[in-house]
């Protein structure tokens, strides 16, 4: 977790890109880790978060992706479990 999250009391659910308090932080650094990782945006898969819950929403077209792409999300900081959803 970066210092100035740490400095500051933040949640690390709560912690955006760059450091500081995001209420959607944990998303934006797991759809981070997600890019890093190589998995396709051209695949249908968002990602939403529930607290310290990542929570992947996905087409079916993304289906074969889910596994890794839960991999990924639970090993980003703040994340305690990660809850797939398909798109409705």
Known sequence: MPIV??????????????GKFD????????????DDAGISDEVGLWVAQK??????KYNPDAESVLSRAKQVAKRVDGAS??????NT
Request: net charge negative; proline share 8%.
């Open 81 to 86: 479990d990660c809850e797939t959803v398909p």
């Open 51 to 56: 607290g310290d819950i990542v929570v992947p």
């Open 23 to 34: 209420e959607s932080g944990l998303a934006k650094r797991v759809a981070q880790a997600l």
């Open 5 to 18: 999250a740490k400095e500051n009391s933040i949640l690390p659910a709560k912690v955006g890109l760059d």
